[in-house]
């Protein structure tokens, strides 16, 4: 399995952005896929989660403003992030999630989301 993220970039504070991830291989439409950020100096944070059957969940920092979704036909699983703010600032990454089921999970190079105040 491949996971290519892209979509990152420069925004103002209050902009949008929406991010894509694409999956290669035949396991992305029955794994859980996860988008998380690490800023520079900080830990590595979970900002969403989207189940196989479309239950998401959201760090408390960004309920309301981002929206993750997929699209099992594509093998994409998208962040659509609304009203950035200067602490969004992170490099953003995709996960597909197999240790629920004891396997490995596959992890995406990450793409820069950097917002100006």
């Known amino acids: 399995v491949q996971l290519q993220a892209s979509g990152g970039g420069l925004v103002q504070a209050g902009g949008s952005l929406r991010l894509s991830c694409a999956a290669s291989?035949?396991?992305?439409?029955?794994?859980?896929m996860n988008w998380y950020r690490q800023a520079p100096g900080k830990r590595r944070e979970l900002v969403a989660r989207?189940?196989?059957?479309?239950?998401?969940v959201y760090a408390d920092s960004v309920k309301g403003r981002f929206t993750i979704s997929r699209d099992n036909a594509k093998n994409t699983v998208y962040l659509q992030m609304n009203s950035l703010k200067p602490e969004d600032t992170a490099v953003y990454l995709c996960?597909?999630?197999?240790?629920?089921?004891?396997?490995?999970?596959?992890w995406g190079q990450g793409t820069l989301v950097t917002v100006s105040s």
């Open positions: 989207i189940t196989s059957s479309g239950n998401t």
């Open positions: 996960n597909l999630e197999r240790r629920g089921i004891g396997g490995d999970d596959y």
């Open positions: 291989g035949s396991i992305f439409s029955i794994s859980p």
